[in-house]
């Protein structure tokens, strides 16, 4: 989907060639932006996101009965089910059940909603478009899958509770799709505050909205690289926290701080203590970001901005040539007060902090800087925090 589409209408379009007639809703879920607090939220840790402007969208017709009927629109490609068929994955994953490449992200929704006593479906005929890029680090599936929730709530008349919708979401994602991430991506999409970033505590599941000064901008950063998640080193970095937390005897890289890690150093893999120490230094920057931008200290984010980059790089490794590449763009580009990679890494998006009247010239910059390093063609998007995923205003 082109900048200058609107998705709106584009999507309502569409639904009415393929069904004949004009949608009776219209949902979007936003994807996400991370500005600080990377690889932390499945360590129960903190995490400080904002929900994009760029979204996950479906304009739908609720059913009667429980078939769900969707076009993708940006695949050009059609599917079907039934809500009952998706209740008999088991909740484990099966390797061995039948795979339907995007649509399995639909009949994933269906099943989570449906697990554990949840919610009773109807289907809806639908057609699902995003502007989110794909395998970016912008949590383009976590949209796809809130959006589709949305759909079914209203074709079902259930009671969207942000944190729930969450949760089944992370079950989607973790126990159909296959991959093993926290559950940060899922409820800022549900719960993301427009204007403001989110404070999320990946623990308890609390939030809190923290201002971003008007006299700076986030800019995304997209390398032009990609990566798949469940094929890439996440899972690992996974296991590897997991272990640390053993040896330090906690539940989770939460709860341990720099002076427990560093006694029980000489016990430690030296590459799990990097990726401890890279964990445990990342929440506290999280909470010193959350100190700094609501005392209006945007060069202090910046700053930690670029440290978290760092240790990303160096501590948990997930860093890239060409986020390396676009982070150095970015901060030699003028008004940058900070940058760093985004997402779980690999490829895909940095961001960066920009002061707002720099933001002309930080843009031509920050992308001529980074096509002569790398040969690669960036795009710079300035994003707009927006609110979670639910029924599109008209």
């Not at 120490?277 to 670029?306: C, K, P, T, Y």
Request: glycine content about 10%; hydrophobic content about 45%.
């Amino acid at each position: 989907m082109s900048a200058g589409d609107d998705p709106r209408e584009r999507v309502a379009r569409a639904f009415e060639r393929e069904y004949g007639g004009r949608p009776e809703a219209l949902v979007r879920a936003p994807g996400r932006v991370n500005l600080i607090g990377e690889h932390t939220d499945y360590n129960d840790g903190f995490v400080l996101p904002m929900a994009l402007d760029r979204a996950a969208w479906i304009a739908l017709t609720p059913r009667s009965d429980g078939v769900v009927r969707l076009l993708a629109l940006d695949l050009s490609q059609r599917g079907v089910f039934d809500v009952a068929s998706a209740r008999r994955r088991d909740a484990r994953g099966d390797p061995h059940a039948e795979q339907g490449g995007w649509l399995e992200y639909p009949r994933a929704v269906a099943w989570a909603l449906q697990d554990g006593g949840g919610h009773t479906l109807r289907g809806f005929d639908g057609v699902l478009a995003s502007d989110v890029p794909r395998a970016a680090g912008l949590s383009s599936s976590a949209a796809v899958e809130l959006a589709v929730a949305a759909a079914f709530q209203v074709s079902s008349a259930f009671v969207w509770d942000e944190v729930d919708i969450a949760r089944r979401m992370q079950r989607a994602e973790n126990h159909w799709v296959g991959v093993a991430s926290g559950i940060m991506d899922q409820l800022v999409g549900a719960a993301g505050v427009a204007g403001y970033a989110l404070l999320i505590d990946c623990r308890d599941l609390s939030t809190r909205p923290v201002p971003l000064s008007a006299d700076c901008a986030v800019v995304v950063l997209d390398t032009a690289t990609r990566r798949g998640l469940v094929g890439s080193a996440y899972n690992e970095r996974r296991s590897q926290c997991e272990a640390a937390a053993r040896a330090l005897g906690v539940a989770a890289l939460r709860d341990a701080d720099g002076a427990a890690l560093e006694a029980v150093r000489e016990a430690l893999d030296p590459l799990v203590y990097r990726r401890a120490r890279h964990v445990i230094g990342e929440n506290q920057r999280v909470l010193d970001a959350v100190e700094a931008l609501e005392a209006g200290a945007s060069a202090a984010f910046g700053r930690l901005m670029d440290a978290s980059h760092e240790s990303l790089r160096h501590d948990f490794e997930v860093s890239s040539e060409a986020l390396d590449a676009i982070v150095a763009a970015a901060r030699a580009a003028p008004g940058c007060l900070g940058a760093r990679m985004t997402g779980a890494g690999f490829g895909g998006c940095a961001v960066a902090l920009v002061e707002r009247a720099a933001l002309p010239a930080f843009l031509s910059a920050a992308a001529e800087a980074y096509t002569r390093a790398s040969g690669r063609q960036g795009e710079l998007l300035v994003a707009t925090p927006s609110a979670g995923a639910g029924i599109a205003a008209s």
